[in-house]
Every structure is written in C-alpha cells, then in structure tokens.
C-alpha cells in the first residue's frame, strides 16, 4: 500500500513561479488536507477537504489555491510564488466524520524553495 | 478562530525523569484531541487520540495524556523519558462543529540527555 504520495519531493523556485504539489491517497479516504511545516511555527493548515467536492480555508490560504480534483487527488497550487512560501508540506487524508479511526496518514513531505 | 498552544517550546530532560507537555486549545464544544510525534527526519506518527469515554488515555511506547474539558487542556505525559523519545510532539484538535478542519500546535521540541 503507497498511503498518501506526494510529488516532487524537492522543488526550487524563483519568486513569482508557479508550481503545482501533487497528493494521492490510495485508502479510499474522505478528507484530505494541506500543511505547511516551518521551524517554531508546527504544522499550519492551508486547505483541507472534507470530502471529494468541498473545499475550506485553513489557517494559512493566501498565496495558495487547491483542487480536490477525484476522491484520491488532491493538489495544492502556488500561482506567484513569495520566498514566505518557502517551507515543508505535507499533505494528509483520515476517513473524516467523526470516528475513533479517524487519523491522519501523512505524504513523506514536499520541500520547496522560493529564491 | 480555533487555535491549539503548546507551551513549551523546547524541553530538555535526563533520561529517567517525567515528562508533561502541555496542550491548550481555545473555545469548547464536541472535540478529537490527538498528539502526534515526529522523530528526527520521519514522518509525524500518531502517539494517542481522545474521542469520547475515558478521559486518561493510553498511548503507544508509554505515553498518556488526560483531556481536562473545563480546562481546554489536553496534556501529554510520560513517567519515565528515554534517549529514544527525542523528537518533537505535536498536539491536534478537531472541532466537531467545524467540518473536517484539524489544527495542530505549534510543536514542542524534546530533547532527551543520557
């Protein structure tokens, strides 16, 4: 079982490139989201889905736009990269609602680098 | 809007001491509460969660954690640190009237000394 893939694993940018991050889930999952990692600040959520077709702002959305494009998909977009954005993300799905099986399963990590 | 602190921000312990960190979260009402690990260049791993019934929960490797409702707290303990638990910890919530939004805290860094 792959879990939850994220690609690419490394990117470097210049300020004002766009990229899109990549995320698939193999578990049949609901919900989906987005964080951003950076040192002191922990994991900030971008966007999350709760399920295929709905999308919500998390903590963090400016800057960013996401596409919860089949259940198993969903890709976070940067259209004008800022060095801020430089951070690691991690993408995650659980089940969703609201069960005791209910927990995050976490991509490997995408670190990106806006010069 | 919700939000989840931590306190502490880095801990150093010696091996053998008890460790408690600390978890806030603002605002009540029907929550998950869950602490995460990540050990030096892993992925975050679930240590334990809280959804409902006995509010002394028991984790993996040791850990527990006591969900105080009229305190918003949801803090982590362990009797007896081991070098091996060096890693940072990460305290989520999820609010029931929220949809699917979970939060994390800002991390806790613990640094175990042999």
């Known amino acids: 079982n792959a879990g939850v893939t994220q690609t690419p694993k490394f990117q470097v940018l210049k300020t004002g490139q766009s990229m899109t991050l990549q995320c698939a889930q193999d578990?049949?999952?609901?919900?989906m989201y987005w964080y951003r990692q950076d040192p002191g600040m922990g994991l900030r959520l971008i966007y999350y889905?709760?399920?295929?077709?709905?999308?919500d702002k998390g903590e963090v959305p400016n800057g960013y736009n996401v596409s919860r494009l089949n259940k198993r998909e969903f890709s976070l977009r940067l259209e004008s990269a800022a060095p801020s954005q430089t951070s690691v993300y991690f993408c995650?799905?659980?089940?969703?609602?609201?069960?005791?099986?209910?927990?995050?399963?976490f991509g490997a990590g995408s670190r990106l680098t806006v010069l | 809007a919700q939000s989840v602190s931590q306190h502490n921000h880095h801990v150093i312990l010696s091996e053998a001491a008890s460790l408690e960190l600390g978890c806030n979260y603002s605002?009540?009402?029907?929550?998950?509460l869950f602490w995460y690990v990540q050990y030096p260049g892993q992925h975050l791993q679930l240590l334990l969660k809280?959804?409902?019934?006995?509010?002394l929960v028991k984790g993996i490797k040791g850990f527990e954690a006591e969900f105080i409702k009229s305190k918003f707290s949801f803090n982590l303990r362990k009797p007896s640190v081991q070098w091996s638990d060096t890693a940072e910890y990460f305290c989520?919530?999820?609010?029931?009237?929220?949809?699917?939004?979970?939060?994390f805290g800002q991390g806790t860094e613990l640094s175990v000394k042999p």
């Open positions: 995650a799905s659980t089940t969703g609602g609201w069960s005791g099986a209910n927990v995050l399963t």
């Open positions: 578990m049949n999952h609901n919900s």
């Open positions: 889905s709760a399920s295929e077709g709905t999308t």
């Open positions: 605002y009540g009402g029907t929550v998950n």
């Open positions: 809280y959804f409902s019934g006995d509010p």
């Open positions: 989520a919530v999820k609010w029931g009237n929220q949809g699917g939004k979970l939060i």
